[in-house]
């Protein structure tokens, strides 16, 4: 296993890298404490920081599935997006209650969701096609593509 770099446009890319991270704790801490990298120890992790990580992870694993379920290809998802954004943010709500420590972070995901959702609805062909979920409730979405209505 190799680690994750992140990218800093991409929230499952910082998923992915922290979570490579835990996996790699213990080869980690062996690498920091060998002798020829005895440089690079100041750079390692204290057990609550370990604990802060496993946290954060949870809060980007919320995110990630989220765009994982956007992500379908069987039928239309961008009707699905702004039910999507209100579930994550309510989940994102509800860590901040658990997790007072990840209120800062989950507060700038929120800000960060908070913006991406007022500038979809600046593009009129986003506001009509999300507004499909109105108007062809999800379970029918494939009934409708197949007869061309609501795609």
């Not at 490579?20 to 057990?47: G, K, N």
């Not at 990580?53 to 699905?80: G, W, Y």
Request: aromatic share 10%; net charge negative; hydrophobic share 45%.
């Amino acid at each position: 296993l190799e680690v994750i770099l992140d990218v800093d446009v991409c929230w499952s890319s910082t998923h992915f890298m922290i979570e490579r991270a835990l996996v790699l704790r213990e080869a980690i801490r062996q690498f920091l404490s060998m002798d020829d990298f005895q440089d690079l120890l100041h750079y390692s992790l204290l057990p609550d920081k370990w604990t802060l990580l496993e946290l954060m992870n949870e809060v980007l694993e919320i995110s990630h599935a989220f765009q994982q379920q956007l992500s379908a290809e069987k039928r239309p998802t961008l009707c699905d997006a702004i039910p999507s954004f209100a579930a994550m943010t309510s989940l994102w709500e509800e860590m901040k209650v658990r997790h007072p420590v990840l209120v800062p972070a989950i507060k700038a995901g929120l800000k960060k969701l908070s913006d991406y959702v007022h500038r979809t609805l600046e593009v009129l062909a986003y506001v009509l096609s999300m507004g499909m979920c109105i108007f062809c409730p999800p379970y029918l979405t494939d009934i409708f593509s197949q007869l061309s209505i609501c795609t």
